[in-house]
């Protein structure tokens, strides 16, 4: 099976039924022991030093695998990826752009997934095959790891966001991960419940802090909502392929994200939120909305390199979980 490497979600459907095996390079970089090797070797490359990690990690990622094609969503993810792309493609990798219509527009999001099913040479039935197997044996099973998470406080807010955000490529294998899933399932049942009194959201794009969730928990807080993580799973139980892609809400504006957001700390009774921000990341500035917006204590922190939480941001926390559970009382 030929790789193909990704830089965000796609429509990874398509991508199976042409035979490859997709790559999401940010969990190459991110699951690294060298991730910083991969910042640093980005930057011998020529990347300035005020371009956000994850784009440093993706592309030295792309390298140390010899990726030869790479889908890179041009338009719904991160304006860099432009440039990225264009470096990617001096360096003899082929670019397939994919772009999702900020409008929402279904007649474009169809000529997308069309164009992209044309790209890579497969059939709209084939797609439609994967899908059918991805929802009843993979999506469905993520969205349970998702309820036993909030629902029934069994699975830690780390091993939730790491069966989430593996759901943009599926490691590699859905059938393999779909039998890792059945083993975690298996063993969360055994399990008892875990008794952390605060209920935290987390939003924005995943960390790269290392330890982020561990001092949480250390700090009395339960991890209930992995926003974006749990977006890459699709929970939305449609068996139509472009409805599917339209609920996605983390390609589209930041409105569509809150509507998302609040029905999750209604839902699942959240105490504060955790907004992370990544160092010179544009979407830093939607913290201004997210703030007018959500009617609920949120403490935003930025993250920079891959490593642990640093001295400032661990006071920061603490003061954050002190005051939560002041409210609480
Ligand atoms: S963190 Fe922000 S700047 Fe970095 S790749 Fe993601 S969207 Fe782009």
Redesign the pocket.
């Known amino acids: 099976m030929e790789n193909i490497g990704i830089t965000t979600t796609v429509p990874v459907e398509i991508i199976f039924a042409a035979g490859y095996k997709p790559i999401d390079l940010n969990n190459v970089f991110i699951t690294s022991k060298s991730s910083s090797l991969y910042i640093e070797n980005a930057e011998k490359s020529g990347f300035p030093r005020t371009t956000?990690?994850?784009?440093k990690g993706?592309y030295s990622a792309c390298m140390k695998l010899q990726i030869k094609k790479v889908i890179a969503v041009i338009q719904g993810?991160?304006?860099?990826?432009h440039a990225l792309s264009e470096i990617l493609q001096t360096n003899g990798i082929e670019i397939i752009p994919f772009a999702y219509p900020y409008d929402k527009d279904e007649k474009t999001l169809n000529h997308e997934i069309l164009k992209l099913i044309d790209n890579l040479g497969t059939t709209w039935e084939a797609v439609m095959d994967v899908k059918k197997n991805l929802d009843i044996n993979v999506r469905r099973k993520l969205n349970l790891i998702d309820s036993y998470t909030w629902k029934d406080n069994l699975v830690h807010g780390e091993e939730n966001h790491y069966y989430l955000v593996n759901s943009s490529d599926f490691n590699g294998n859905y059938i393999k991960f779909e039998d890792k899933i059945d083993d975690f399932i298996k063993e969360i049942k055994k399990r008892d419940k875990i008794l952390k009194k605060i209920r935290i959201g987390y939003i924005g794009?995943p960390s790269v802090f290392t330890d982020l969730y561990e001092y949480i928990e250390s700090l009395g807080g339960h991890i209930v909502f992995n926003e974006i993580q749990r977006q890459f799973s699709m929970p939305y139980n449609t068996s139509n392929m472009i409805e599917q892609y339209l609920l996605y809400t983390y390609p589209y504006s930041i409105f569509v994200r809150i509507e998302d957001i609040r029905e999750a700390i209604n839902s699942r009774k959240i105490d504060g939120i955790i907004n992370y921000v990544?160092t010179?990341?544009?979407?830093h500035m939607e913290d201004i909305i997210l703030r007018k917006r959500l009617n609920i204590p949120l403490l935003t922190i930025e993250g920079d390199k891959p490593g642990n939480l640093d001295a400032r941001t661990k006071i920061r926390l603490e003061t954050f979980m002190e005051m939560l559970k002041q409210n609480k009382h």
Request: glycine share 0%; with cysteine; net charge neutral.
């Open positions: 956000c990690s994850w784009i993706i993810d991160c304006s860099n990826t794009v990544q010179f990341c544009f979407r």
